[in-house]
DNA sequence: CTTTAATCAGACAAATAAATCTGATTATAG
DNA sequence: CTATAATCAGATTTATTTGTCTGATTAAAG
């Protein structure tokens, strides 16, 4: 069980962050596989299906890699999860029930729908360059 | 995707949340899987796990089928969540770091904790015995 | 120009989660 | 006592997610 999101989404919002951390452009794949401690191959992908989403950006041959492809400054985690598991979690029930709506509230609504959005908000009001330090610290860490 | 919880933990807990709002004690897998519009081959297994977990009782037979084992003024969500997911995801990062550890908090730790720890408090502090009313205006919905 | 080290695309494999099936057992009701 | 309708246990299937492999392409550096 992830929290959340899936183990795809959860690998592009560590990469980026490193990404974001770094400050060293472009940066291999294998080099953030090895510092995140997570498989190569699978973050290579994900990666590359951001570069379609417009977030980050790749260079093919030696010394090529990934790299943000904008200012850090203007991208916000809300905006690589929505490129990789979409945003209907925000719309979804933790009870699982169908048909989420505020007319046909369901036992936690009130409770849930508050903290949904907390969560949302959560990842939608600070851009990346802001978590630098945490990050580095972290992935330091691992 | 699910959000937070497996299929399983979600079926159980609409299975549990339903048989506490209807109050009929014995209801069929057949009806609660009917009622609830989920597989009924799954959500009897799910009630089979739970009468280990000693929240539910089944009666074999004709006639026979699931009931709460406790009175629904003792039990609460999270019975029902550690009974099937277990509580692990209230020790997990959204973002997937290894070792979460308010020492070594990663971007969204002092945001994320909060949240975590209120979702958990979402499912502990009221038992289901006050869920009745919606539970059973949200099944006529479905 | 050749070697090397990287992405890229797409197939493939493994693991996990979700759902179904089968046969046995059990209890009720006629 | 028999037919029926249910749980139960466990195997099996299917779907999804996660992870790996292969071969092609690309670009840097000697
Ligand atoms: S009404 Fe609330 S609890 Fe029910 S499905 Fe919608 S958000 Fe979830
Ligand atoms: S420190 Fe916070 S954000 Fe990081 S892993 Fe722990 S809970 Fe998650």
């Known amino acids: 069980m992830t929290v959340i999101f899936s183990k795809k989404c959860e690998y592009g919002l560590q990469a980026v962050l490193y990404l974001a951390a770094n400050e060293r452009?472009?940066?291999?794949?294998?080099?953030?596989?090895?510092?995140?401690?997570?498989?190569?191959?699978?973050?290579?992908?994900?990666l590359q299906s951001l570069t379609v989403s417009g977030i980050v950006i790749s260079k093919k041959g030696k010394a090529g890699g990934f790299a943000l492809a904008q200012d850090p400054k203007k991208i916000k985690?809300?905006?690589?999860?929505?490129?990789?598991?979409?945003?209907?979690?925000?719309?979804?029930?933790?009870?699982?029930?169908?048909?989420?709506?505020?007319?046909?509230?369901?036992?936690?609504?009130?409770?849930?729908?508050?903290?949904?959005?907390?969560?949302?908000?959560?990842?939608?009001?600070?851009?990346?360059d802001t978590f630098k330090e945490k990050t580095l610290r972290k992935v330091a860490a691992i």
Chains 1, 2 share one sequence.
């Open 25 to 46: 452009g472009i940066e291999s794949a294998d080099d953030i596989a090895k510092n995140l401690n997570i498989p190569k191959e699978f973050v290579s992908k994900i």
């Open 77 to 128: 985690l809300i905006d690589i999860v929505a490129a990789i598991d979409g945003l209907t979690m925000f719309n979804n029930c933790v009870l699982g029930f169908p048909n989420c709506n505020p007319t046909k509230p369901c036992p936690l609504h009130d409770k849930w729908g508050v903290l949904r959005t907390q969560t949302y908000n959560m990842l939608n009001e600070d851009t990346i």
